[in-house]
């Protein structure tokens, strides 16, 4: 059985950081691609920051900025945030999606305020 169990988040101020974990059980990374999603007030779920083994991908908004990176031993993901805005609040779900297959799933989701 799959689990994404997320922590960290919080309230910051602009300009400082912030780093989120996700916790896999039931997941091999080398089975499953593992990204970062995240949903403003009133906005559609987008695309944050996928796992590649070249450096990772991101949207434009949060490039040179955040850093998504993963520990093997702990099968924990990770989202580092630097230099955060207020246009960063929202809530950060994990997502693992498997390679071979239709299987989705998503983390309880971490709620990251950043105040101006």
């Known amino acids: 059985q799959v689990q994404l169990v997320q922590s960290g988040g919080g309230l910051v101020q602009a300009g400082g950081s912030l780093r989120l974990s996700c916790a896999a059980s039931?997941?091999?990374?080398?089975?499953?691609?593992m990204g970062w999603f995240r949903q403003a007030p009133g906005k559609e779920r987008e695309f944050v920051a996928l796992f590649t083994w070249n450096g990772g991908k991101y949207a434009d908004s949060v490039k040179g900025r955040f850093t998504i990176f993963r520990d093997n031993a702990k099968n924990t993901v990770y989202l580092q945030m630097n230099s955060l805005k207020p246009e960063d609040t929202a809530v950060y779900y994990c997502?693992?999606?498997?390679?071979?297959?239709?299987?989705?799933?998503w983390g309880q989701g971490t709620q990251v305020t950043v105040s101006s």
């Open positions: 039931g997941v091999t990374f080398s089975t499953y691609t």
């Open positions: 997502n693992a999606k498997a390679i071979l297959t239709t299987a989705d799933y």
